[in-house]
Nanobody
């Protein structure tokens, strides 16, 4: 079992920045990890995903603005979000696929005001 705990969400004005963190209770190693987001009434959607082979995919809507990274020594992954837009408002979830088992964080709210 792996517990994922997100932090760093909050309220920010459009054009601002936030950095989300996701701390894992066990080593994240070289497993696939990433970030998803969900708004009310919509399905959870991919924001950024780093595969176990190191390939990073971003949703087109965040390319050039968001950056996913990881610190294996701290068992933590990050999502740096710059130039935030109102439409980025959502609950953000971190995701880990460890040895074929999927884990999700509890979610952190990001609200971007105009």
């Amino acid at each position: 079992q792996v517990q994922l705990v997100e932090s760093g969400g909050g309220l920010v004005q459009a054009g601002g920045s936030l950095r989300l963190s996701c701390a894992a209770s066990r080593s994240i190693g070289l497993n696939a990890m990433g970030w998803y987001r969900q708004t009310l009434g919509k399905q959870r959607e991919l924001v950024a995903l780093r595969t176990r082979f190191g390939i990073i995919n971003y949703d087109d809507s965040v390319k050039g603005r968001f950056t996913i990274s990881r610190d294996n020594a701290k068992n933590t992954m990050y999502l740096q979000m710059n130039s935030l837009k109102v439409e980025d408002t959502a609950v953000y979830y971190c995701y880990l696929n460890r040895d074929g088992v999927e884990y999700w964080g509890q979610g952190t709210q990001v609200t971007v005001s105009s």
